[in-house]
């Protein structure tokens, strides 16, 4: 008797899109054309005013609406909740991410991968800026993980969809669901990997705001800590500024024989900081606690 075949998996594309009329129909239909085994290819409409539904549903994709704008990681969340397949692989409908590399992800999972990561080479990056921001981004969650991390905010991703489900209350609806999304993997222990992809520039003009999105992506470095181990944030500025007080304290009673004023500012930060760290990793335990 022969042994039974493993059932393929079935897979869902879902492109979160607002405003993506020029781009959106070509996209869909290159991933059509994929012999890659695709359930269903899900655009996720963010309250478009163009016609970025209709030429989605034209090129073949299931489409579903936001009656507004609810953001990025609002779109990415609907897609997730409706779609029907046992891996989910996300990627933008600007054109900037090339539907060739869906197998290279698709590849990995199958082999046992529980998230596969499309990382960015250097030639992909928007802009200067933008560029710098990863390489700082990736070089926190690195020190915080101990994992290397190749490209933590890439919208490109395959992942299996239980357990993506499992932190859908933890993503925000802006632009930092793959950053958030990431720690969290790692935190539960899943295994995560990384496939090198050249990312093109995007067609039309970016959501993206520097100015505007400036005191998201502070945001976003505090998210890192706070979605990992805390401590390992709090404990070292802690103990900097507990080292500096003593050090001032030091200098202070050997030049003036006396305990000062800015001493013990500094001696009570440095506690205040520690236990501000300890209840936000009590709080973190909290969240995976599933």
């Not at 401590?231 to 080292?243: E, N, Q, R």
């Given at each position: 008797m022969k042994a039974e075949e493993k059932e393929v998996e079935k897979i869902s594309i879902i492109l979160p899109a607002k405003n993506e009329a020029a781009t959106v129909g070509d996209t869909v239909a290159r991933i059509r054309a994929l012999s890659t085994k695709v359930v269903e290819v899900l655009v996720?409409?963010?309250?478009?005013?163009?016609?970025?539904?209709?030429?989605?549903?034209?090129?073949?994709?299931?489409?579903?609406?936001?009656?507004?704008?609810?953001?990025?990681?609002?779109?990415?969340?609907?897609?997730?909740r409706?779609?029907?397949?046992?891996?989910?692989?996300?990627?933008?409908?600007?054109?900037?991410?090339?539907?060739g590399d869906i197998p290279g992800l698709l590849e990995k999972v199958t082999a046992g991968a529980d998230m596969v990561i499309g990382a960015r080479g250097n030639g992909s990056q928007a802009s200067l800026g933008r560029g710098m921001a990863n390489h700082l981004y990736n070089a926190l969650a690195t020190y915080m993980t101990g994992n290397p991390i190749r490209d933590l905010t890439s919208g490109f991703r395959a992942v299996r969809a239980e357990k993506f489900r499992e932190f859908l209350s933890l993503l925000p609806n802006g632009f930092s669901y793959p950053t958030t999304i990431t720690m969290a993997f790692f935190r539960a222990g899943y295994t995560v990997?990384?496939?090198?992809?050249?990312?093109?520039?995007?067609?039309?003009?970016?959501?993206?705001?520097?100015?505007?999105d400036g005191l998201r992506f502070l945001v976003i470095i505090f998210k890192i800590a706070t979605l990992y181990s805390p401590?390992?944030?709090?404990?070292?500025?802690?103990?900097?500024?507990?080292?500096l007080g003593l050090g001032y304290y030091g200098f202070t009673f050997i030049t003036q024989g006396r305990f000062t004023n800015m001493s013990a500012l500094l001696l009570t930060t440095a506690i205040l900081i520690f236990l501000i760290g300890l209840v936000s990793e009590q709080i973190t335990q909290l969240m995976y606690k599933e």
């Open positions: 996720v409409d963010d309250g478009s005013s163009d016609d970025t539904a209709a030429m989605a549903a034209e090129a073949g994709a299931r489409v579903l609406s936001h009656t507004y704008s609810k953001g990025n990681g609002a779109a990415i969340k609907t897609g997730a409706h779609a029907k397949g046992d891996v989910l692989v996300f990627m933008d409908a600007d054109g900037q991410h090339d539907p990997e990384y496939v090198p992809i050249k990312a093109a520039r995007r067609t039309g003009a970016s959501h993206i705001r520097p100015l505007r401590l390992k944030i709090f404990v070292p500025g802690s103990a900097g500024l507990f080292m």
